[in-house]
Each structure stands twice: as C-alpha cells, then as structure tokens.
T-cell receptor, first 114, second 113 residues
Framework: QQPVQSPQAVILREGEDAVINCSSS?????VHWYRQKHGEAPVFLMI?????EQKGHEKISASFNEKKQQSSLYLTASQLSYSGTYFC???????????????FGKGTKLSVKP | DGGITQSPKYLFRKEGQNVTLSCEQN?????MYWYRQDPGQGLRLIYY???????QKGDIAEGYSVSREKKESFPLTVTSAQKNPTAFYLC????????????FGNGTRLTVT
C-alpha cells in the first residue's frame, strides 16, 4: 500500500516553516526521505528506523511515530534551495528494512519564493 | 568520484522496439534497483537485485527484463510488451542494510511513439 503524503503541494516564502506528513496503513520498520529537483536524481535526506526517533539534517528534521504509522518532515526557516519534490519511502515491518520493499509516496511539491 | 551513471539521458524509440537502459555504479554496492517515475505517481519499483546473478520483481515488472552479470552493472530492457513505456527511469544502488540510503542516478527519459 502506497503511503499517503500531505500536503500534495505547498508554497512558502523564504524563512517560513513547513511540515510534510507521510502516513501508512501498514506497520512500519523504516521511513526514508528524499528530495528531488525537476529532472534530477532524488537526493537522500534521512532514514528513521525506530519509533519516535527524530533525526536532523541542517534545518530539516523528521520524526517517526511507529504507533501512528506515520512520519513527518520539518523544514524550518526555508531557503530557496529547499524547493523540490519531497518523497517518503516506507519500509514495512517484517522485512528487516530491506530497501527492495520500500514503497514511495506520490510526493509533496515544495516551492520556496523569495 | 563514486556514483551511478545512467545512459543515455534521453532515449527515443518507435513502438514495438525493445530498448535497453544502461546503469553502472562504482560505489561497490551489492544492491541495485530500477524505478519508474510518472508525473504525480512517485517512484515505483520495477526490479531489484541484491547480489550478482539474482534479481526480484518489483511492483510493476511486467514488460521489463533485467540482468545482473556484474556487480557494477544492472541494465534494464523495456520490451514491446510494456504497454505504456514512456516515462522517466531511475536506477539506484545501496548497501543492503536497513539504515543505508539509496543512491540514485540522474535518470533516463524514455519516449516511445
């Protein structure tokens, strides 16, 4: 089952904050987050493996709520370079986190304006 | 520098022809993957391989074939049986461990007319 990302799109001004959510109908072992600019390769942001774990990457952080089967990506004080489409990839429980079992959401398009 | 190379960047074919997309990596990763990306659909797994001479079907393997004769190479053939082959194709590799990220190539945009 493909995870559901929300919102589908968001427009920000530089310096504003945003939250992108990723929800699954299945129990999860892992959540990956990637950012992709148009026509380019997705770039790795972070992986979360344990319930409730938070990780950070510059001004981008994420949480993973195992009980709720969801992850949230937090972008603070957004910069123009944050523009792109953000994808979550969920690894279902019971597969040991094999990347071959990752299922990606449809993405959230983030546009940061000056 | 280590990385994944996909070639060509753009590919045009006539309907009914098979076409092979190249993917080479020098990251010494055991696992390699092929994803298809359509507008608004995210990334969908076509095939993956965790070791040489072995590969598994992903969610949308019909009409595609792969081989993994060498660790660094994982070519994808889009056959004439694939009903809607026009798409952006991404190759990725990783260390086959749960906390290891996917490293993506720059993709090949295939257009079939």
């Amino acid at each position: 089952q493909q995870p559901v990302q929300s919102p589908q799109a968001v427009i920000l001004r530089e310096g504003e904050d945003a939250v992108i959510n990723c929800s699954s109908s299945k129990a999860l072992y892992s959540v990956h987050w990637y950012r992709q600019k148009h026509g380019e390769a997705p770039v790795f942001l972070m992986i979360l493996l344990k319930g409730g774990e938070q990780k950070g990457h510059e001004k981008i952080s994420a949480s993973f709520n195992e009980k709720k089967q969801q992850s949230s990506l937090y972008l603070t004080a957004s910069q123009l370079s944050y523009s792109g489409t953000y994808f979550c990839g969920t690894g279902p429980a019971g597969y040991g986190g094999s990347q071959g079992n990752l299922i990606f959401g449809k993405g959230t398009k983030l546009s940061v304006k000056p | 520098d280590g990385g994944i190379t996909q070639s060509p960047k753009y590919l045009f074919r006539k309907e009914g022809q098979n076409v092979t997309l190249s993917c080479e990596q020098n990251l010494n990763h055991d696992a390699m993957y092929w994803y298809r990306q359509d507008p608004g659909q995210g990334l969908r797994l076509i095939y993956y391989s965790q070791i040489v001479n072995d590969f598994q079907k992903g969610d949308i393997a019909e009409g595609y074939s792969v081989s993994r004769e060498k660790k660094e190479s994982f070519p994808l053939t889009v056959t004439s049986a694939q009903k809607n082959p026009t798409a952006f194709y991404l190759c990725a590799s990783s260390i086959p461990r749960a906390n290891s990220p996917l490293h993506f190539g720059n993709g090949t945009r295939l257009t079939v007319t």
